[in-house]
């Protein structure tokens, strides 16, 4: 019987999300989808700067590491729009890290809204963020930036 390296201790799916976001061009495109719910292919290639094959390269390994998902809609005559958004386990994963470095964090529920007060430093500059989960209507779960007062 092989014995298991110390990193297999470390379910998969975790070290997945973990390279996902290995690299400042993965994290810039996972936190423009996480600021925006959804982008298109296009609209991400504007926000990032990034040529057409380093934007697929890097949307892949996201895809890949169960972080962002991508489908298409709004079909066209023979368009299809392609768009990318955050997987409910990329929303899970990103507030149990941010959970970790923040030492209570007070939760309020307002309606179908829970309102997680944590500070985050994006850029240098700090937000509030606020998760949306998913509502019984079918949109989809996201965490919108909102002022510091």
Known sequence: ???????EEIPEEIRDAING?????????FISLLKNGELSFSELEK???LSKPDLNFHLKKLINSMLVEHYYRDKIGNNRFSFYSITPFGHNFINALIQSLTPSIPITETSDVEIIDVNINIRRSTR??????????GKR?????VKVR
Do not use: C, D, N, W
């Open 1 to 7: 019987m092989t014995e298991k390296k110390p990193y």
């Open 47 to 49: 926000r990032t700067g």
């Open 128 to 137: 509030k963020h606020v998760f949306v989960p998913a509502s019984s209507s």
């Open 141 to 145: 779960p996201q965490t919108i930036p």
């Open 21 to 29: 976001l290995h690299g400042e061009l993965r994290q810039t495109i």
